[in-house]
C-alpha cells in the first residue's frame, strides 16, 4: 500500500504544471509558503465522536433531528449515534495526524457533552470536560496544537424551550459555555473560534430546531444572524479581559463562501451583483464584528424592501450604541471554509436571501464537479481569499477546503488529490502574488464521517472510514500522502533539476 502512495505521488510531481482547461486554465506557480504558515487538519464533534448518550452527554438537536420519523430526516435513516467512535478512538486519530505531519487540528467541542441542557447553573458535565482534556494533552503530546470551535451545530436540545438562537437568553447562555471553555481548556488552546458557519444553521429550515422549533416569519434568519453576532462579541470580549492576559491566545470565527463570479466580469451591474453578494454571504457576520455594522449595501436594501412591504422597522435588526461598542473589533483574525465557486447576476424579484440582495446565482457545466456535484474552482478561492483580504485587512486562517465524493469512493482518491492541488495553489498565489495575509490552510477532513442530512453517503475524508466494521477502521487514502508532502514543503518548491 505505501509504495503504491509514493508512486503515485511521484508521477504527480512530474505531471503538466498547468491546470487543466476546465479550471481555466490556472497557470501553476512554484513557491512556498512564508515561514510559520499553519498546515492541519480539522473535524467536528458530531460529524465524528458518536458516544451520543454515554456519560452524562445531554440530547443535540442532530441527536432529536436524526432519530425522528424513523431515521427518514437522514439520507439512508443514518445517524451519528457511533459516527467515527472517536469518543473512544481519539489517540488513533492524533495518531493519523501525528503522521501527516499536522500542525494543528481544528475540532470542535460538544455544547451538550460539557453542558447537558446549555444552562451552567443546571449543572457541567465532568466527563465531557475530561473526554477534551485527554484529546487536547493527547495531541499536546505529539507537538500538535489543538484549534478549537465552540460551536459547530450541535445545540443543546433543552435551549429549544427558550427558542434557541432566536430567543434573548441565547446570548448570555452562549457567554457562560464560552467561559466554561476558557477556563478548562485555555492554558493549553491558543486557537479559538466561536462559531463554524452561521450562514448555514441561520439559513436552513431543516435547523428549525435551532430557530427555536417554532413557526416563524421571513425575519427570523435575520434574528438568528443579529443574536450570533452578539455571542461571538460577548464570549471575545470575556476572553480578552479575562483570559487573554494570562493565556494568550487568539479568537476568530469561521464564515463559509462560495466565490461570486460575475457573470460578465465587464458590465459593472454584474460586478457591483457579485460584490453584492459576496456582503450577503460573507460580510453579513465580518462587517459587524471589523467594522460594527451590517455591510451598508444589505442596510440600504433591507430597509428599502422592509418599507415597501408596510413593515413598522427593518427586517434586518439594527445595534443600540452598547451592543456597537461591544461587537465593534472583536476579531482577532477571520477564519474562511470555501468549497466551490458560482456566477452570479443581476436580478431583480426573486425571494430569500439572494432575493433582498437583487441577484441570482448560476453554474458553469463546463467546470468541473466533485463527486457530490459542487463545482471544482480553484481560481475562485484565490479571488475569494482577495475579496475578503481587500475588505478587512485581517489575517484569514482558512479553516475548511476539502472534497467530497460518494459513498463508493475507495482509498484511490486522484479527484481529491488534484482539487487539493489546485486549491493549495491557488492559496499560495493569493499569499505570494497577490499580498494577501493567510496563515494557516486547514483540510476537510482528517477522515470520513457524518455529513449531516448526507449521512454516511458522503465521503470528505483522506482516511476512508469502514462504517460496517464496529471498530470503525481507519484507512489512508491516496491524499494523505499528497498533503503529507504539500505540509512538509511547505508548499510546492521548485522541482529540482
Same mark, same amino acid.
Given at each position: 500500500?505505501?509504495?503504491?502512495f509514493?508512486s503515485l505521488?511521484v508521477?504527480?510531481l512530474? =505531471?503538466?504544471?498547468?491546470?487543466s482547461?476546465?479550471q481555466?486554465?490556472?497557470?501553476w506557480?512554484? /513557491?512556498t ?10 473535524t467536528s %464533534?458530531?460529524?465524528?465522536?458518536g ?5 452524562g ?5 442532530w441527536d432529536?433531528w436524526s432519530?425522528e420519523n ?6 439512508m435513516?443514518?445517524n451519528?449515534?457511533?459516527? =467515527?467512535? %472517536?469518543?473512544?478512538?481519539f489517540e488513533e486519530?492524533?495518531k493519523m495526524?501525528?503522521?501527516?505531519g499536522a500542525?494543528?487540528y481544528?475540532f ?5 457533552r460539557?453542558v447537558?441542557?446549555?444552562?451552567i ?5 465532568m466527563a ?7 484529546l487536547?494533552? !493527547?495531541l499536546l503530546a505529539e507537538?500538535?496544537?489543538p484549534?478549537i470551535?465552540l460551536?459547530?451545530?450541535?445545540f443543546?436540545?433543552?435551549l429549544i424551550?427558550?427558542?434557541?438562537w432566536?430567543?434573548d437568553a ?6 457562560d459555555?464560552?467561559r466554561?471553555?476558557?477556563?478548562m481548556?485555555?492554558d493549553r488552546?491558543k486557537y479559538?473560534? %466561536? ?11 431543516w435547523n428549525y ?9 421571513p ?8 443574536n450570533v453576532?452578539k =455571542?461571538?462579541?460577548? !464570549? ?7 483570559f487573554?492576559?494570562i493565556q /494568550? ?5 469561521t464564515?463559509?463562501v ?6 460578465d466580469?465587464q ?5 457591483a451583483?457579485?460584490?453584492r453578494?459576496?456582503?450577503f ?12 455594522e451590517y455591510?451598508p449595501?444589505?442596510?440600504?436594501l433591507l ?11 427593518s427586517?434586518?435588526?439594527?445595534f443600540?450604541?452598547e451592543?456597537?461598542e461591544i461587537?465593534n473589533?472583536t ?15 443581476p436580478?431583480?424579484g426573486g425571494s430569500?436571501?439572494?432575493?433582498d440582495a437583487?441577484?441570482r ?5 463546463n467546470?468541473?464537479h466533485s463527486?457530490? /456535484?459542487?463545482n471544482?474552482v480553484?481560481w475562485?478561492f484565490r479571488?475569494?481569499l ?5 475588505e478587512y485587512?485581517?489575517p484569514?486562517y482558512v479553516t475548511e477546503?476539502? +472534497? ?6 475507495g ?7 488534484n482539487? +487539493? ?5 491557488? =492559496?499560495l498565489?493569493?499569499?505570494l502574488?497577490? /499580498?494577501v495575509?493567510?496563515?494557516a490552510y486547514?483540510?476537510w %477532513?482528517?477522515?470520513?464521517n ?7 453517503t458522503a465521503?470528505f475524508g ?9 471498530d470503525r477502521?481507519?484507512i489512508?487514502k491516496?491524499?494523505v500522502?499528497v498533503?503529507t508532502?504539500?505540509?512538509a514543503?511547505?508548499?510546492?518548491p521548485e522541482?529540482?533539476?
Amino acid at each position: 500500500m505505501e509504495g503504491r502512495f509514493w508512486s503515485l505521488l511521484v508521477a504527480l510531481l512530474l =505531471c503538466s504544471t498547468t491546470i487543466s482547461k476546465a479550471q481555466e486554465e490556472d497557470e501553476w506557480h512554484y /513557491g512556498t509558503f512564508p515561514e510559520g504558515f499553519l498546515w492541519g487538519l480539522a473535524t467536528s %464533534s458530531y460529524q465524528i465522536e458518536g458516544g451520543w448518550n454515554e456519560d452524562g452527554k445531554g440530547e443535540s438537536n442532530w441527536d432529536f433531528w436524526s432519530h425522528e420519523n424513523n431515521g427518514s430526516n437522514i439520507a439512508m435513516g443514518h445517524n451519528g449515534d457511533v459516527a =467515527c467512535d %472517536s469518543y473512544h478512538k481519539f489517540e488513533e486519530d492524533v495518531k493519523m495526524l501525528k503522521n501527516m505531519g499536522a500542525q494543528f487540528y481544528r475540532f470542535s467541542l460538544s455544547w451538550p457533552r460539557i453542558v447537558p441542557t446549555g444552562r451552567i447553573a443546571d449543572g457541567v458535565n465532568m466527563a465531557g470536560i475530561e473526554y477534551y482534556n485527554k484529546l487536547i494533552n !493527547a495531541l499536546l503530546a505529539e507537538g500538535i496544537q489543538p484549534f478549537i470551535t465552540l460551536y459547530h451545530w450541535d445545540f443543546p436540545l433543552a435551549l429549544i424551550e427558550e427558542k434557541a438562537w432566536l430567543g434573548d437568553a441565547i446570548v448570555d447562555h452562549f457567554a457562560d459555555y464560552a467561559r466554561l471553555a476558557f477556563s478548562m481548556y485555555g492554558d493549553r488552546v491558543k486557537y479559538w473560534l %466561536s462559531f463554524n458557519e452561521p450562514h448555514v444553521f441561520c439559513l436552513n429550515e431543516w435547523n428549525y430546531l435551532e430557530h427555536g422549533g417554532f413557526e416563524e416569519p421571513p425575519e427570523r434568519q435575520y434574528t438568528c444572524a443579529h443574536n450570533v453576532v452578539k =455571542c461571538h462579541a460577548k !464570549a471575545w470580549r470575556i476572553y480578552d479581559t479575562e483570559f487573554r492576559p494570562i493565556q /494568550g491566545g487568539k479568537m476568530g470565527i469561521t464564515l463559509n463562501v462560495d466565490w461570486s463570479e460575475p457573470k460578465d466580469s465587464q458590465d459593472p451591474e454584474h460586478v457591483a451583483a457579485s460584490d453584492r453578494s459576496m456582503h450577503f454571504r460573507y460580510g453579513w457576520w465580518a462587517n459587524p464584528l471589523v467594522k460594527g455594522e451590517y455591510p451598508p449595501i444589505m442596510r440600504q436594501l433591507l430597509d428599502e424592501k422592509s418599507e415597501a412591504e408596510g413593515r413598522n422597522s427593518s427586517r434586518l435588526p439594527t445595534f443600540d450604541k452598547e451592543w456597537t461598542e461591544i461587537i465593534n473589533g472583536t476579531l482577532d483574525f477571520l477564519g474562511f471554509n470555501h468549497y466551490g465557486s458560482h456566477y452570479v447576476l443581476p436580478n431583480l424579484g426573486g425571494s430569500g436571501l439572494e432575493g433582498d440582495a437583487n441577484t441570482r446565482t448560476e453554474g458553469n457545466a463546463n467546470w468541473n464537479h466533485s463527486g457530490i /456535484g459542487w463545482n471544482v474552482v480553484p481560481w475562485g478561492f484565490r479571488k475569494a481569499l482577495n475579496w475578503i483580504h481587500k475588505e478587512y485587512s485581517l489575517p484569514i486562517y482558512v479553516t475548511e477546503n476539502g +472534497y467530497g465524493a460518494q459513498d463508493t469512493e475507495g482509498t484511490e482518491d486522484i479527484e481529491r488529490i488534484n482539487y +487539493y492541488r489546485g486549491y493549495i495553489n491557488n =492559496c499560495l498565489k493569493a499569499v505570494l502574488l497577490d /499580498g494577501v495575509d493567510v496563515r494557516a490552510y486547514t483540510a476537510w %477532513s482528517l477522515m470520513d464521517n457524518f455529513e449531516w442530512l448526507m449521512g454516511y453517503t458522503a465521503r470528505f475524508g483522506v482516511h476512508w472510514v469502514d462504517y460496517n466494521d464496529p471498530d470503525r477502521k481507519r484507512i489512508p487514502k491516496d491524499s494523505v500522502a499528497v498533503l503529507t508532502k504539500i505540509f512538509a514543503d511547505n508548499g510546492f518548491p521548485e522541482p529540482l533539476n
